[in-house]
């Protein structure tokens, strides 16, 4: 670890379990849980109390017949999707069975399946409030499902523009804006058209290899992309339906194979100048987790504001060999409110880690 | 010898973690690093997909196209003509085989050698993206022809000459 940096990443918990390389990690948005999947083809859920003590709390067996490759929880914090390899989507939610001593002894359920994918699901997502789930593939799609009640799931578009394999899907904050990643090299943004489908307004080139990880920055006039050009590229929108690279990371010596922006913790911000974007984290291949305080640029006196120029940025934490010698391929900030300084990772060893991350003594 | 062959297909083990119990163990030394010449000899028996050939023999693999730095091969090949529908195949044997064998803290790249085959940059880029070999590799009818291009290389089949 970097002593020179300001913030360092310490280990809050080391899960082992997976019997293969895990892929994903979600946090429960509402409840003290986080969930990973892995090529074993399991979920495995973990709980975690106030004073961060993590256990292992239910294994699921999806079923799925290969690879699972991402997990997301929908808002309300009830429901769970895989998206797996062999082409589908899982729905998953737990049954409630409160035992007489008080212990929930509810099993995993999938309540539903979705079917349409021709080949590996790569990436699946909840939109902020939960109306549409994302989910993209090696097909070349991104499908966006209608979460409807009971269980039930309509296709409400299909949507065909990347020419190569979508590897990540992630919706805005706060606006119903889905942006996909692609073995293209590109981004590409979709908004729906009231008239009509969904439709993308706009596609962002520059990175030189595949996008396999994007963010949107907390509030949502940001979006961070990660790739195998082992850079990450910062992207601000200038305009409603308009979005410019303002910025270049680079620090990674192999892919970026994922990225998570985090609002940070405001209390350590007063005082500050400039309007704190949050902590940017970034890891892949060089097994390193690097992590980025943004802020919005600093206009000085007399100076006219740019819409092109980049946040102020530096780097404040970074951890090598996060998981030994082995492969990270995601990492997750906590999303929920007193946690914003925990992330999760998880790596080609199976395991999953949670970290904290505070100022170096 | 003909389920040895097959062995990682039928363990409970990952292709990607190494199963300590295989029979590879001489290469698992942490410490010792290795050279080139060690890995060309876990990559030049393996079988030509479509020839009655190892790589070596056609050329397709040679030592001073293996690169060692600290914690990291690079392999480079030859494909036999420059639109060989087999390349990435081929290619995914040579990470198959080195997956299997090298110890974890190795990163793997691997090319075809600049300007011997039409689509280099598309080969290139399927061979190195580890979602893609993943997939791959869960698709029974690929991974039992990898299985095949391997069964003659030592170490993978203990019979082999």
Redesign the interface.
């Known amino acids: 670890m970097d002593a020179e940096l300001p913030y360092s990443l310490s280990n809050v918990a080391d899960l082992p379990g997976h019997e293969d390389r895990a892929w994903n990690v979600a946090w429960n948005p509402v409840k003290p849980i986080l969930a990973s999947c892995s090529a074993d083809k399991n979920v495995r859920i973990y709980a975690y109390t106030e004073d961060l003590r993590f256990k292992h709390l239910d294994s699921i067996p999806t079923g799925h017949a290969k690879t699972v490759r991402s997990v997301a929880w929908a808002p309300s914090g009830q429901t769970l999707a895989t998206a797996s390899f062999d082409a589908n989507i899982g729905v998953w939610e737990k049954e409630s069975e409160v035992d007489e001593a008080g212990i929930d002894q509810g099993e995993w359920e999938c309540i539903s399946t979705l079917e349409g994918h021709e080949t590996e699901c790569k990436s699946v997502a909840y939109s902020c409030n939960g109306t549409y789930l994302a989910s993209c593939s090696r097909d070349k799609t991104v499908w966006i499902w209608e979460v409807l009640p009971d269980a039930e799931f309509e296709t409400v578009s299909v949507l065909m523009e990347h020419s190569q394999d979508v590897k990540c899907v992630a919706w805005h904050p706060t606006e119903e804006i889905l942006a996909s990643a692609s073995y293209d090299d590109t981004i590409k943004l979709y908004i729906e058209d009231p008239s009509d489908d969904w439709f993308c307004f706009t596609t962002l080139s520059g990175h030189s290899s595949t996008v396999w990880s994007i963010a949107w920055s907390p509030v949502g006039g940001y979006l961070a992309s990660g790739s195998d050009d082992k850079t990450v590229r910062i992207w601000r929108r200038i305009a409603e339906h308009k979005w410019e690279c303002v910025l270049v990371l680079t620090g990674h010596d192999r892919s970026v194979y994922s990225v998570s922006w985090g609002p940070g913790k405001d209390d350590k911000r007063k005082g500050k100048e400039g309007e704190h974007l949050g902590w940017l984290a970034t890891t892949g291949g060089d097994g390193k987790v690097m992590i980025w305080e943004v802020e919005e640029p600093t206009v000085k006196e007399g100076e006219t504001p740019s819409m092109s120029k980049p946040p102020d940025h530096r780097l404040v934490a970074c951890l090598n060999a996060a998981h030994d010698v082995h492969d990270v391929n995601s990492v997750v900030w906590c999303p929920r409110k007193g946690y914003e300084d925990l992330l999760a990772t998880t790596g080609d060893d199976g395991h999953t880690k949670v970290w904290k991350i505070a100022p170096s003594a | 010898a003909k389920s040895a062959g097959r062995r990682s297909d039928l363990s409970?083990?990952?292709l990607?973690?190494n199963d300590d119990s295989g029979s590879d163990s001489e290469v698992e030394d942490k410490i010792e690093p290795i050279d080139q010449d060690e890995v060309f000899d876990l990559i030049r028996s393996i079988y030509d997909p479509e020839h009655p050939n190892t790589l070596e023999e056609l050329r397709v693999v040679s030592s001073p196209q293996i690169a060692i730095g600290s914690?990291h091969v690079k392999v480079e090949f030859t494909p036999t003509v420059p639109h060989c529908g087999m390349s990435t195949l081929i290619g995914l044997c040579i990470r198959v085989r080195l997956l299997r064998s090298l110890p974890?803290?190795y990163?793997v790249d691997i090319y075809v050698k600049p300007g011997s085959h039409q689509s280099e940059h598309a080969v290139n880029?399927q061979l190195?993206?580890?979602?893609?070999v993943?997939?791959a590799l869960?698709n029974p009818v690929l991974l039992d022809t990898v299985e095949q291009c391997l069964s003659n290389v030592r170490g993978n089949n203990p019979l082999a000459p």
């Open positions: 409970p083990h990952s990607w973690i914690n974890e803290r990163k880029k190195n993206d580890k979602e893609r993943a997939a869960e």
